[in-house]
């Protein structure tokens, strides 16, 4: 049965998004003091990085960043590492994924995952295994528009080459990587079709984890968030009439509904629904003054879901109904 879901599954999955999340190895070390580690070190996968125990410093296109117990690190492909142990002990494991256009890359990837071994070039401390080229190709991001996400190409955080993963998300994260490295060396039923959802999984807690950072560093860049609140506002200008939701508008941004929502009211003095209630109410007065239009036309005109909505939303804004407000200004 599962030989024929997971197929079925990751066509979906290439349809929608136009790439497809594969793990390529997980790798456990456990690194002494003195541990002779490579000059640097890169390749065609994303790597994520989970220190267990110990202290480590990690050279990231000429930052430096001090890791300790439990933090995750995520570097993307094709940028130039180095790992400094900073502890008597380090206890880390590392996972290499990517993502992959058609089901002839992803065979070729787990064909190389499932035969641990293979030829390595220029990437000294990372994967043992042939990872494909078109791996290094394909950002992140566009999974993460697939989890529906709002990332879009302009936000800063997809130029970065790495990201420490912070927040609820981590714990989330560490434990799936753990299970993909479980069942990666193991050959248990269904080994395949696990594997693809947990890495799914994993996706999704990182593109949260992505959008939680994102939101912190907005609280530290003035003027961030008003910049980003006035773009979701235009959207919201150029959209209400189509009954878009609060939650798309914040997802326009790239920002969680809870925190748009604050930041929004912050800077407007308005909740962002409140507003979206105003623009339609607004238009619906405009169209009501044309007699020649019906009531449940217009609801549909100014964004509304029906004319029951339309009805109630209008009266607790206006103090009547449509058709008082018509009748009232055609007198």
């Known amino acids: 049965m599962f030989n024929k879901l997971l197929p079925a599954i990751e066509d979906d999955v290439i349809s929608a998004s136009g790439s497809i999340p594969v793990v390529i190895e997980g790798i456990e070390h456990i690194y002494d003091t003195g541990a002779s580690l490579p000059d640097m070190s890169y390749h065609n996968s994303h790597e994520l990085l989970y220190l267990r125990e110990g202290k480590i410093e990690a050279s990231i296109n000429g930052e430096t960043i ?8 995520i570097i993307r492909p094709l940028t130039r590492h180095k790992l400094i142990i900073k502890s008597r002990k380090a206890d880390m494991f590392n996972l290499y994924f990517g993502f992959v ?3 002839e890359d992803l ?3 787990r064909e190389g995952a499932n035969s641990q071994k293979g030829s390595v070039r220029n990437n000294a401390a990372g994967p043992s295994v042939m990872i494909p080229g078109s791996m290094a190709q394909i950002p992140l991001e566009n999974f993460l528009q697939f989890a529906d996400l709002g990332v ?3 936000n ?3 130029r970065q080459p790495y990201f420490v993963v912070t927040g609820s998300e981590k714990k989330e994260i560490s434990i799936l990587a753990e299970r993909i490295v479980d069942e990666m060396a193991n050959s248990k039923y269904s080994k395949d079709f696990m594997i693809h959802t947990l890495t799914v999984e994993l996706m999704i807690h990182l593109a949260r984890a992505m959008r939680n950072e994102w939101e912190e560093s907005l609280r530290v860049k003035n003027g961030k968030a008003k910049e980003l609140v006035l773009i979701a506002k235009q959207y919201m200008d150029d959209n209400f009439e189509r009954g878009i939701t609060v939650a798309e508008a914040a997802q326009y941004v790239f ?3 809870g925190y748009f929502t604050r930041a929004f009211r912050d800077e407007l003095s308005i909740s962002p629904m409140n507003y979206l209630m105003q623009k339609r109410i607004d238009k619906a007065c405009e169209l009501l003054e044309n007699n020649e239009i019906k009531v449940s036309s217009i609801a549909v005109q100014s964004g509304f879901s029906s004319p029951q909505r339309f009805n109630v939303a209008f009266r607790k804004l206006m103090g009547m109904t449509p058709m008082e407000y018509r009748k009232m200004h055609s007198k």
């Open 152 to 154: 879009t190409e302009d």
């Open 156 to 158: 800063e955080i997809t």
């Open 255 to 257: 920002l969680s509904q």
């Open 101 to 103: 256009h058609d089901t």
């Open 107 to 109: 065979c070729s990837a």
């Open 66 to 73: 001090t890791l300790d117990k439990g933090k995750i690190l």
